[in-house]
């Protein structure tokens, strides 16, 4: 009896195993496990159905290739055959084709040529004809625009060929705008209120911007013009952007959306005129509370209030470029002047980041560097690009200008 228990238990537990297996299987085809694999990558086109299904990050990168024809793809990091998973990042460099050096030369290609650093302060809520004064200028010197000629201003930079960059790659030689495109550089200095006015917060508390604000503009200009690459360094004193309670998140912001910030002075001190225990606690403060804020991401740059001083030799230039202030050391990569013309390229030996000019942004009907002369003026010697971050191409006959470079270099 105990045998034939024991048997009729055996065949019971095997029928419990066999509907098991028979339950798994079902379960399994109804919801497959599928591995997708990395595939030979061709064209942008495959590598974009790559991101967007896998929610990748891509670095893209660009070489002359005698090879591979253009747009195709030279080489990409996640090789054929490894398994896909989200966020993976994908390195990929693309073929700008073989070099044409007559197409370069034909293209005026020349990546020695000279960038503008627009120099803006305050968008004010005036319309250009109730100022009573040139243009879109809303005082009599033009250092503040009305929201109309800012965005004028814009259209007339991207319709003239012009790409913006930041500041911070300027300054580094990381020259990221299209072939046959020119950089264009733009700064607003004092942190007014008015470069990004805040009106209140959303459902989800984030921050509502004024559309007549400078960043309102710009982020406006950017939706419309995705290729204008459209960015701005902001040089803020003491008060940030002078609303205490939004300080915090339009610093985070700023920083999450492409945008810059550095170091204007704590009161927009005049350097010239003060000690040098002063220009270093100015100059600390400022560093220290956006250190606070947006640690390690924002600019080692100042903005020299009132351009003071005018000269690098003046005593207390060396405490702008390093200061030392309740024991901690701040360095400066770099200080703007406030100028009056396009500065050199990054590449060219005589270019100095200590002590950059700027283009002043305000109208004058065609006189004393105002957009319409700088402009005019650039026509015959800016920076054109050749589209590669990676490479410089220039005249032949400049080649004693080049800066010592890492980059590969094609003259023609």
């Given amino acids: 009896m105990n045998k034939k228990r024991k ?46 299904k896998y929610k990748m990050k891509v670095n893209t990168t660009y070489e002359y290739s005698e090879k591979v024809e253009k747009d ?37 290609i020349n990546e020695l040529g000279k960038v503008p650093i627009m120099m803006y302060h305050g968008i004010r809520k005036k319309t250009s004809n109730s100022t009573g004064t040139i243009g879109g200028n809303v005082d009599k010197d033009g250092y503040n625009r009305t929201p109309d000629a800012f965005r004028e201003d814009l259209e007339f930079y991207y319709e003239k060929g012009y790409q913006m960059i930041r500041l911070e790659d300027y300054i580094n030689g990381k020259i990221d705008v299209d072939y046959g495109k020119s950089p264009i550089v733009l700064t607003f200095d ?12 959303d459902d989800n508390g984030n921050i509502i911007i004024d559309e007549n604000s400078a960043v309102g503009i710009l982020e406006a200009f950017k939706k419309k013009h995705p290729d ?61 509370e956006l250190e606070k804020i947006i640690p390690g991401k924002y600019v080692n740059i100042v903005a020299l209030p009132f351009g003071s001083p005018y000269s690098k030799s003046h005593e207390n230039f060396k405490y702008v470029l390093e200061s030392n202030y309740n024991g901690k050391t701040y ?73 010592s470079t890492d980059k590969d270099v094609i003259t023609y």
């Fill in 190 to 201: 004092d942190g007014n209120e008015d470069n990004i006015k805040v009106t209140g917060l």
């Fill in 331 to 403: 360095k400066t990569e770099a200080a703007l002047r406030v100028g009056w013309e396009p500065e050199l390229s990054p590449f060219d030996k005589a270019f100095d980041v200590t002590f950059l000019k700027r283009c002043r942004a305000y109208d004058n009907n065609g006189k004393e560097f105002d957009i319409e002369m700088v402009f005019k003026n650039l026509e015959e010697n800016k920076y054109i690009s050749d589209g590669n971050i990676d490479t410089i191409v220039i005249k032949e006959s400049d080649i004693s200008k080049l800066t």
């Fill in 7 to 52: 048997a009729n238990k055996k065949i019971y537990l095997l029928i419990i195993l066999m509907f098991g297996i028979i339950a798994f299987i079902i379960g399994f085809n109804k919801k497959t496990i599928k591995i997708d694999y990395m595939t030979k990558l061709n064209t942008i086109e495959d590598v974009n159905i790559i991101k967007n």
């Fill in 228 to 288: 204008s690459k459209a960015t701005a360094t902001f040089f803020v004193n003491g008060g940030i952007f002078n609303q205490k309670e939004y300080n915090e998140k339009i610093l985070h912001f700023l920083i999450d959306n492409g945008y810059d910030v550095g170091n204007h002075t704590q009161t927009h001190l005049d350097i010239k005129k003060s000690t040098g225990d002063k220009v270093q606690k100015e100059i600390a403060y400022v560093y220290d």
């Fill in 72 to 108: 195709k793809i030279i080489s990409q990091s996640i090789k054929e055959g490894e398994v896909l998973t989200e966020g993976l990042k994908l390195d990929i460099v693309v073929s700008l084709g073989k070099i044409n050096k007559d197409k370069l030369a034909g293209d005026n």
